[in-house]
């Protein structure tokens, strides 16, 4: 149901993009309102089953000055320049520490959506980070961190003392991971936790930034995951490649004889994105199809 319900939300996305361009009377009132998340909500579970359902009202903008931990004076002193400004970001929790769930953080989204992990430094680097993620870096390749001003109570300031980490705990910076995938809207991604953490280790914190992408750049970026292994066994099906109308007809109805739903569709879209004189669909009839060929496409 979970799947479904994702197909749908994404697909319904794309029909109110074409619909209403300008956005919704709705959509158009909550951006007045100054919000632009891009994530629908979050679910969080901790190492008890109890669950936390976080919203784009709990977000906040990622800039300098912001904080870092939920109720620690810590924040963000000036970010660096390569990382993605406009971006929205949840706050590190202390309540999640040590959360050892493969599913710690579900997350759902709203628009395309890139996503950063920020992992502080003297913390550990859990398995799914280096699965999902990779560092994010300058042109000159130099690795990125934020800088972030650090004000620990007595109780810290002694724990760090007695272990020789001090001084490393106040220069400690945040690492950050880029997500190696653009995720869509309907999309879920699932993070896990920090699993059994050290002494030395800090909740992270994920950041989002909205990804300007057409309605076609969607459908080509969703097709081009999800039937890598179909185009793999020998699809003559080309996105930007000039085929004749035979061979791209021909191609058509085999799609929808195997009912490739998202292969007709990505077909459809893409050539209703070329010129005129170039598009099959307004130069030729391509419902002249074999008879056994015209009910399936019409469902």
């Known amino acids: 149901m979970r799947r479904e319900t994702s197909i749908a939300a994404k697909y319904a996305f794309v029909w109110l993009r074409k619909v209403f361009p300008n956005g919704t009377d709705h959509h158009r009132a ?11 909500r979050i679910y969080l579970q901790d190492d008890a089953g109890r669950t936390e ?3 784009p009202d709990d977000l906040s903008r990622l800039e300098a000055g912001a904080r870092v931990f939920d109720g620690y004076p810590a924040r963000f ?26 599913e710690f953080m579900t997350i759902s989204f709203a628009k395309p959506t890139r996503v950063y992990v920020l992992l502080p430094s003297l913390s550990q680097e ?30 810290a300031k002694l724990v760090n003392l007695v272990i020789g980490q001090l001084q490393h ?37 994920v ?20 039937t ?27 799609s929808v004889r195997r009912n490739r739903v998202v292969d007709v569709r990505l077909m459809i879209e893409t050539d209703r994105l070329r010129p005129a004189s170039q598009s099959h669909m ?11 060929g015209k009910e399936r496409l019409l469902v």
């Open 282 to 292: 307004a130069r030729h009839d391509i419902s002249v199809l074999p008879d056994d």
């Open 77 to 102: 002193e000036t970010l660096h320049p390569g990382f993605p400004s406009g971006s929205w970001y949840v706050q590190g929790n202390e309540k999640y520490w040590s959360n050892s769930l493969e």
């Open 53 to 55: 359902v976080l919203h």
């Open 207 to 226: 950041a989002f930034k909205a990804e300007n992408m057409s309605n076609a750049q969607m459908i080509q970026h969703s097709i081009g995951r999800s």
């Open 126 to 155: 859990p398995k799914w980070l280096r699965e999902q993620f990779h560092k994010l870096r300058d042109p000159n390749f130099q690795e990125i961190k934020l800088k972030v001003s650090w004000k620990m109570s007595w109780g």
């Open 169 to 205: 705990a106040r220069r400690e910076v945040l690492r950050v991971f880029r997500a190696k995938d653009v995720m869509l809207p309907g999309e879920e991604m699932r993070l896990g936790g920090l699993g059994l953490a050290h002494l030395m280790d800090s909740p992270f914190l």
């Open 228 to 254: 890598m292994g179909v185009n793999a066994g020998g699809s003559t099906f080309s996105l930007t490649g000039a085929m004749s109308y035979e061979s791209w007809h021909a191609q058509l109805v085999k």
């Open 30 to 40: 909550m951006e007045e309102k100054g919000s632009g998340c891009p994530v629908r």
